[in-house]
């Protein structure tokens, strides 16, 4: 018999009450998840178990064999899921089935519209673990122990899922959890011994701790007829209950790792790659790695939950243990096993481990191969890109050592398809390189079409020379740490002096130097009319549609690092653009025969040339009067 005493009815942190709301109405379709979510958790509970077991063997209290039990009643429309793992006390129950301690949380909340697809997507990709078996339920309770606590410090937690919840001590002779499901009417279906058994198979198979179900069986008099009272209950394993990764490669089907992935990410929906590799020799280890078909809704957050799961000799160590992988290979998932690492490690000391660095070499090139392998698969990688590109785009700043073997595997869009899809590599940009061209141009803006329609682009459209168009927010950084690919350096097209090498012939670069020297007298007014606004005034021969642009020195920092990191409330010293002019423009052919107004003209060209880099003017109303005096005159 079970005594609830100290019983406390608590209220549901905000954010449960509305991702019960949301998931209870969007997952309707996926409801049978329920029972992978909370195996995965007892699964994770009989770990964490094993693992502190390891410092005292007395937390099994006699009961080693850790199981995961699951039974139904069809009379009283209950499932239940059971465990003999770590168990929670009074304090872990409150905090952990009423709150979601994850950050980021409300704002993930915001952008579920009620929208059923859409918020299945994002609700699969925030993970909803305990809280789905609300999806079938219309009130749960939960029995719990923690190992090593008095019977009588067992907890007994109630809700019905709508904004509060009761917790209670109870006497409770095992540890670890009991989670019992009170079916909805429309959810009967699942006490049911095939439906829940095909559900374990399907789901939980590859966990490596056995999840059993009753079976019950009753002896027959020789009439063949059941004996009363005769029955016999029996425990039986349903999955397969081995760790996958131990097995051997060929052993293991697809649909096999695919169903571990959703485990060990929680995800929904399939991964698009995976590697799963055993290495023996100096390092010993086995890791199976995956990139996931979504992001998840933490990618960009700081303390987003990354890394592999960390097994060492097959004994669950840690999740996200974030040490073995890079940071700009975040969205990796998956598991590491290794015999390399003591049993008693822990996050600190695995800080200090050279072992551990040089296992985070091997696995960063198994990540960047399994890529490489993936981007044979155009369309596939694509998916990938889309969805992770900007988190690769890192690579090359975090991880000098890889830096060629990432540049391999960008994207981006080009001058070629002239399309905001990233999907040219730079080995098919220097395939299509020009005759004479030894340099990778590219340009960076605000925007795709702020990239694609710059004036500095001009000339290379006209010599029909591809430009590499950037516009994520990454680019520039991404940049000043790529500064060549397979022996060719790559170079700003809206900094320094304009070269295009041996693209030009020496007539023209002739012509360009005798055009220089007849608008000396030109460049030296507009300077003068300019003062200190610009830092130097040049003809130049990279416009041939705009009268004029603004360029930046070779090693200034660009305009869309500038903004973003003013932005971020940074002060930086001002940089003056050099203006260039168009000598075959009409409007600098005007500006040099204009005495009046020359001032203002010469202003207007370089507002402009600002404007059309996606810069912002110091005094916009100055530029509309000047303009507007100009366009009334
Ligand atoms: N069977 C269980 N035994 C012991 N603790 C549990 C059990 N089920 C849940 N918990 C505790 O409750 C916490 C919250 O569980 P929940 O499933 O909501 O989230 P999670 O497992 O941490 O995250 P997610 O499932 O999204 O990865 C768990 O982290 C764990 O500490």
């Known amino acids: 018999m079970t005594t609830a005493t100290q019983e ?33 958790n007892s699964a994770d509970a009989c770990d964490k178990l094993r693992y502190a077991a390891l410092d005292n063997d007395s937390l099994y209290e006699g009961d080693s064999e850790l199981r995961i039990e699951i039974e139904h009643d069809s009379d009283a429309g209950t ?15 409150i905090a952990n089935l009423g709150t979601i301690a994850r950050s980021g949380t409300a704002e993930f909340l915001k952008q579920l519209s009620g929208e059923q697809q859409k918020d299945a997507r994002l609700i699969g990709q925030f993970g909803v673990g305990f809280y789905s078996g609300f999806i079938v339920a219309d009130e749960i309770t939960v029995r719990t122990r923690k190992a090593g ?39 009967q279906e699942f006490a049911d011994d095939f439906r829940l058994q095909s559900l374990v198979r399907k789901y939980s198979d590859h966990i490596e701790v056995p999840v059993k179900m009753p079976r019950t069986e ?43 992935f959703k485990h060990i990410a929680h995800d929904f929906s399939d991964p698009l790659t995976w590697s799963h590799n055993k290495v023996e020799g100096k390092l010993e280890y086995t890791s199976l790695l995956y990139v996931p078909g979504r992001a998840p809704f933490d990618l960009y957050e700081r303390d987003g939950a990354r890394g592999v799961k960390l097994y060492v000799q097959r004994v669950f160590i840690m999740d ?35 072992k551990v660095d040089r296992i985070k070499s091997a696995l960063t090139k198994r990540a960047l191969d399994m890529l490489k392998k993936l981007a044979r698969d155009k369309e596939a990688y694509q998916g990938f890109w889309n969805t992770f590109g900007s988190v690769l785009k890192e690579g090359p700043a975090e991880d000098s050592a890889n830096r060629e073997k990432i540049a391999e595997l960008l994207r981006f869009a080009t001058t070629h398809t002239d399309s905001a899809t990233q999907d040219q590599s730079l080995a098919d940009y220097v395939s299509r390189m020009q005759e004479g061209q030894d340099k990778i141009y590219y340009i960076v803006a ?25 516009h994520d927010r990454i680019d ?8 060549e690919f ?29 055009t220089a020297k007849a608008k000396e007298e030109l460049v030296k007014r507009v300077k003068d009319a300019l003062g200190d606004e610009v830092q130097e005034v040049r003809v130049t021969h990279r416009l041939t549609d705009s009268p004029a642009c603004v360029v930046l020195p070779e090693h200034e920092m660009g305009y869309q690092m500038r903004r973003i990191m003013e932005a971020a409330g940074q002060a930086l010293p001002e940089v003056k653009p050099i203006l260039e002019l168009n000598p075959e423009h009409v409007l600098v052919g005007r500006l040099e025969g204009t005495d009046e107004g020359f001032d203002d003209l010469a202003r207007i060209l370089l507002d402009q040339a600002i404007i059309a880099e996606g810069g912002h003017l110091d005094d916009p109303a100055a530029y509309v009067k000047r303009l507007n005096a100009l366009l009334s005159a």
């Open 8 to 40: 406390e009815t608590l209220g549901f942190q905000t954010e449960v009450k509305q991702l019960l709301n949301l998931m209870i109405h969007s997952l309707y379709s996926n409801r049978e998840i329920f029972l992978r979510e909370l195996i995965s």
């Open 79 to 93: 499932v239940t899921i059971r465990d003999n793992g770590v168990g929670m006390n009074r304090e872990d129950v």
């Open 149 to 187: 606590d008095d019977a009588s410090s067992g907890v007994e937690w109630r809700s019905r899922g709508e904004g509060e919840f009761t917790v209670a001590d109870v006497e409770r002779e095992r540890h670890g959890t009991e989670i019992i499901l009170h079916l909805k009417e429309d959810a």
């Open 218 to 260: 009753k002896a027959h008099d020789d009439d063949g007829n059941e004996v009363e009272g005769s029955e016999v209950t029996t425990w039986e394993t349903v999955n397969e209950a081995t760790a996958l990764w131990v097995r051997p490669k060929g052993e293991v089907s697809d649909d096999e790792y695919k169903s571990f």
């Open 320 to 354: 996200d243990a974030e040490q073995f992988l890079p940071l700009y290979l975040r969205f990796v998932k998956g598991v590491l096993d290794t015999r390399d690492l003591s049993l008693n490690v822990s996050r600190e000391l695995l800080q200090q481990d050279p």
């Open 446 to 470: 605000d925007g795709f079409n702020a990239a694609r329609n710059s004036p500095h682009l001009e000339i290379f459209r006209k010599k029909g020379v591809e430009v590499v168009l950037l």
């Open 476 to 483: 520039e950084w991404l940049m000043s740490h790529l500064t």
């Open 486 to 514: 397979d022996g060719r350096k790559l170079v700003d097209v809206a900094k320094g002096d304009l070269d295009l090498g041996d693209v030009e012939n020496e007539d023209e670069k002739k012509a360009q130097e005798e």
